[in-house]
C-alpha cells in the first residue's frame, strides 16, 4: 500500500504539472468557476426576489449557505470524482481496466484515486469562502459548526457512493456518457434549501435521491435547525450506500470479462 501511495503522489504531481503548463487553461477554469457561482447566486437571488424575507422558512442569509455547501460539492466533484469516474467506461472499453485488476491493491480504490483536476480547485474555495461569509451574520456555535463539518463528510460519501453506482453500470453497458448530465440535472436542485420545493418533491430528494443530505442538512446543522432525525440519518445513509454500493462494485467486477479473452 505505501509503494502504492508512492506511485500515486508521483503519478498525481506529473498530472498536476500537465494541468498547469498553460497559464490560460488556470485563467479559463477560474472564470468558468465565476460564472457557474454567478448562475448559482442569481438563481438564488431570484427566488427571493419576490417580496419575501424567507422562502421555505430560510432567510436570505441560511438560504446562502446551502448555496454554499452546493458550490463546494461542485468543486468536490469536479477535483476528486468526476475525474476518475468518468474514466472507468474508458478503462472498461479499451481493456485498461485489466491492468489495474492485476494490480496488488484494490480495484475500487484505484480507479477513485488515480486523477485530480487541480483547475476546479477555485470552486472549492469560493464555496468555502461563501459559507463563511454567510455564516458571519448568524447566530452559530461552535458545537453546530462540527456538526455540520460531520454531516458534510457523510454528504461527500453519498455523492461519492452515488457517482460510483452511475459509472459502475459501464461494466455492462459500456457507453455512459450520460452520467455526469444526469447527476447534475438532480444535484441541481441542491443549491436551493429543500423547504422551497412542494412536500413531495421534498420528499423525494430526502428519501429517493438524498441531495438534501448533502447540502440542505449540513446548512440546517451550521444554523441551528437541523432535528434528531437527520442527524442520524445522514451518516446512516452513507454507511448504507457505502456498503451497497462495495457490493455492487465487487459484483461488477466478477462480471467483467477481460477484453483480451
Known amino acids: 500500500m505505501t509503494r ?10 506529473a498530472t498536476i504539472s500537465a494541468q498547469l503548463e498553460y497559464r490560460a487553461n488556470f485563467i479559463g477554469a477560474v472564470l468558468s ?3 457557474q457561482v454567478g448562475v448559482a447566486l442569481l438563481a438564488i437571488g431570484v427566488l427571493f426576489g419576490q417580496g419575501s424575507d424567507t422562502v421555505g422558512g430560510w432567510t436570505f442569509r ?11 460539492t461542485e468543486g ?28 496488488p491493491v484494490d480495484a475500487q ?16 474555495l469560493i464555496g468555502v469562502g461563501l459559507i463563511v461569509y454567510a455564516a458571519s451574520a448568524l447566530t452559530t456555535t ?16 453519498i455523492v461519492y457512493c452515488l457517482w460510483l453506482a452511475l459509472s459502475t453500470t459501464a ?17 441541481g436542485a441542491g443549491r436551493f434549501p429543500v423547504t422551497a ?23 440546517q446543522a451550521m444554523t441551528g435547525r437541523l432535528s434528531p432525525a437527520l442527524a442520524v440519518a445522514s451518516p446512516l445513509v452513507a454507511l448504507a450506500l457505502f456498503a451497497l454500493t462495495r457490493w455492487f462494485w465487487l459484483r461488477a467486477v466478477a462480471s467483467y470479462t477481460s477484453a483480451s479473452s
Open 197 to 219: 420545493f412542494p412536500l413531495p418533491v421534498r420528499f423525494a430528494l430526502t428519501f429517493i435521491v438524498p441531495i438534501a443530505l448533502i447540502t440542505t442538512v449540513p446548512a
Open 142 to 157: 461552535p458545537g453546530g459548526v462540527l456538526i455540520a463539518a460531520v454531516l458534510y463528510l457523510s454528504a461527500l460519501v
Open 33 to 35: 468557476s465565476l460564472g
Open 4 to 13: 502504492y501511495l508512492r506511485l500515486v503522489r508521483i503519478f498525481t504531481g
Open 62 to 72: 441560511e438560504a446562502l449557505v446551502v448555496t454554499g455547501f452546493f458550490i463546494l
Open 109 to 124: 480504490f484505484s480507479v477513485s484515486t488515480r486523477n485530480l483536476n487541480v483547475l476546479r480547485v477555485p470552486d472549492v
Open 171 to 187: 461494466f455492462w453497458f459500456v457507453k455512459t456518457q450520460n452520467v455526469a448530465e444526469l447527476f447534475n440535472g438532480l444535484f
Open 76 to 103: 468536490f466533484i469536479a477535483v476528486f470524482v468526476q475525474p476518475n469516474m468518468s474514466r472507468i467506461a474508458e478503462a472498461i472499453r479499451t481493456g485498461s481496466m485489466d491492468f489495474t485488476l492485476l494490480k
